[in-house]
Structure formats: C-alpha cells, structure tokens
C-alpha cells in the first residue's frame, strides 16, 4: 500500500532501500511496456508518482523527494497550490472548453496576463491562444512573422532550444534531435549565442566583447553576406535545455538594435524564461529590450494545466481568420488557474522571493567556484546551473553529472540536467520555495557532489 505524507512536518526528503522502490518499479516496467521509447525523465530519475504538494512530491514506496524539477518549469507556484486548484475545480463545473470564444475565464486571464506586461509594450500587444505546448506557440511565432514580413528564412542561436515539432525542432541548436529527421524546415541559420564560458568563436572570456554577436551584424548587413533579410530572429534570454547560460547583456542589447534597424521582428521564447522564472516577469525585461514577439507557455496556469500564448506587437496582425488554430486553445481551467497565479504573485510578492532566493542561491553555490570540477555556475533569479567539466581538457563532464544526479535522487532531491553531453547540473524549484529548502537542497548537492567526484 503507498504511503501518503499526510502533514507539512511530513514533508522532508526521505528515501528508504533502492530506487526505484518495488512499487515504483512494478509502474516503470508497465511503461516500458507499454509506452514509446521515446520517454525521457523516468530513464534517468526512475520513480512513479504518487503524489506532491509545494516543494515535494512522494513516488509509490513512500519516498519523498524535494522537487527541483517542478514538471520542467511549469509548476511556478508549487505543486497543487490550493488557490489554483480551487480555482480550476470551479471553473470545471462551469465550462472546461471553450474554442477561441470570449468566455469570463478567458477575459480575466488575459486582462492579467497583460497586467504583467511593462505599461509602453502592453498598449501595443496583441495575443494569440495557440494549443497547447510551447512548441505550437513558437511555430505561430514563426507563422506569424513570415506572414507579416513576406519572407522566409530565420535566423536562431546555438544551444538553443524552442520544441519538439518539426518547426520548432529546425530553431533547435540539438544536432542529435534533428538527425533522425529527414528534409526539415529549411531557411534557418544558426549563429552563435554568448556562451562566454566556452566562446563559440574561440576567444577567451578576457578578451571575447561579444564579438559573437558581431558576425551576426556583419553578416546580416553584407549585401555579399550570403543570408536573405529574414523574417525573424529567435533567442532565448536565458537558455534553458542549452545549459542554465544568460545571455550577455551587450549581445542582446546589439541583437535587439540590429532587428530594430533592419526591421527584422524579434521574437524571444520565454517558454522556460518566463512568468517570473528570473525575477521578472519575463527575462527581456533584465535587458532593457522590448521584443516584438513573445512566445509563452509552460508557467502561464502556475500548475501546469496546458496553455500557449504568442503576444505580438499589433503591427504584424496580418493573419487571416483560422491562420493558426488549435482545438485545445480554449483551456478555461488553466485559464482560471493562470489569472489566480498572477493574483497570488502579486499578493505574495512571489517575484521578490525568487530575486531573494536567487541571492541565497548563488550565495549557496559561490562556494563551488573552487572546485576543480566545476567549469562555471550561472543563472538568474530561481534558474541554475552548475557545469561540469574534466580540468584536465576542460570536457564536459556529462558523466560526472549523471551520477550526482542520481546520488542527490538517492538522498531526496530531483534535478534536471542540460547542457552540452548532459554536462550542467540545473535547479529549478518553485518559485515559492523557502530559505530552508534551499539550504537543504544544497546541501544534499554539495554532497552528492562530493560523493561523485571522479578519480584524477
């Protein structure tokens, strides 16, 4: 029979025997069974769920587990927050599914949504309901942009991440994801993002200035350049799956003059970024910048019930009727759930707490900067990273990440990994979590970390 924690005081990392418990094991190999081999987080984090509430959840044995995970992002105020589960539970007995028509859930949604925006962008904005992932809201991005410019090719960046669709997966930096795949999306360029760390054009952080972002001037602006004006430039603030990297501020900063001088939209995926992942509300507003187009998704309900929204600036409002449609964009639940997130963000200052923790965080952490398997560790606001590396060619150190990973599961903490071979160590919680859970999931990180270390 699964144990339930039952009381918050029940609410502690605790793992008894190996994982995966036998109850957990008997739930994994139906899977394996019966599901596509495709699936992903249960290879490497082998637990089945029973159940979670804030900051843990429990797997069928009992054991319970400080999720810094949170479903990839998408459980901004932890899981089953009561207000939002009320709020959603209501709207079930009024109206579930509701197309593209107004509806009161709908309304108040995006009346808060577009509350979040700053006040100069939200007078100009427009939004799209697209359905239901953050891989359909990219492609309507996408969609979107050609229709108003009338041109085809795109520009992305390397390392970054945008879906699993065919379009969004053409926008991805991962060559391992796209090879399986013949004749994709073409007209995309890829040019390097200011992963300073490891620069993509081989200066050293000393001496780089950004000078990734020069070739993407040089080369946009060269009538010899090779590249057609294209209908759009995407970029993360913050690449999530590409490893916990900020981007430099100068190299937005220039991206976003260069769009704006050759009128190139700018559309920035906040898919991860977003709904107050860094501290903001969304990660441009760090930059100074305002993009042209948004691309959100995975945090809008605060409790991840699906919902996927583009907001554009009202110029390039040139679809037609039906352009991008989607049978699920009319989520009123989640949409109910999403104007109780922003009600309880503003209530709670839940951007503050993230901004604090985010200092405690890196504060936390500092002290990794001197171990010698430790490339770099980065982030903004509740988003983390820790890279790995073997000191003596400076590789990733995927391997050395996998088993911290597993070891910090072992002693209750789940998190996520990313980056180049799996190599960075990433930490995601709620962004509600407390001062205490923090610490204690450092310290089970430094530990496992400790515990893991390769011989030299």
Known sequence: MTHTPTTKQALAPRVEGALPGPRSAEYLEHQRQWESSARAYPRHLPI????????????????????????????????????????????????????????????????????????????????????????NAVDAAIKLCKTATGRGDLVSFQGGFHGSSHAAMALTGLVAQKRPIANGVPGVHFFPYSYCTRCPVGLSPDTCETN??????????????????????????????????????????????????????????????????TGTWFAFEHYDIEPDVIVASKALSGMGLPVAVIFY??????????????????????????????????RDDVLGNVRQRGRQVAKRLGVLHDHVWVREVRGL??????????????????????????????????????????SVIRLMPPLTVTAEEVELACGILFDAIDRCRPLQ
């Open 212 to 277: 990734c972002v020069g070739l993407l001037e040089r080369s946009l602006r060269d009538p010899n350049g090779g590249i057609p004006l294209p209908a759009a430039v995407i970029l993360e603030m913050v690449q999530g799956e590409g490893g916990i990297i900020p981007a430099d501020r100068d190299f937005v900063r220039r991206v976003r003059a260069l769009t704006a001088e050759l009128d190139i939209p700018l559309i920035v995926d906040e898919v991860q970024t977003g709904c107050g992942r």
């Open 313 to 346: 600036d009202q110029r390039l409002d040139g679809w037609a009727p039906g352009a991008h449609s989607g049978t699920f964009r009319g989520n009123q639940a989640a949409f109910a759930a999403g104007a109780a997130a922003v009600h309880v963000v503003r």
């Open 381 to 422: 606001g509740l988003m983390w990273g820790i890279e790995l590396a073997d000191p003596r060619d400076g590789r990733p150190a995927g391997g050395y990440a996998r088993a911290v990973q597993a070891d910090a599961l072992r002693h209750g903490l789940i998190v996520e990994l990313g980056g180049r071979d799996d």
């Open 48 to 135: 089945a769920i029973a159940g979670a509430a804030g900051s843990y959840l429990w797997d069928m044995d009992g054991n319970v587990f400080l999720d810094f995970l949170t479903g990839a992002g998408v459980l901004s105020l932890g899981h089953n927050h009561p207000e939002l589960v009320r709020a959603a539970a209501e709207q079930l007995h009024v109206l579930t599914h509701g197309l593209d028509f107004p509806t009161p859930a709908k309304r108040d949604f995006v009346d808060a949504q577009l509350s979040m925006l700053p006040p100069g962008l939200r007078a100009r904005t427009r939004m799209h309901f697209c359905g239901p992932g953050g891989a």
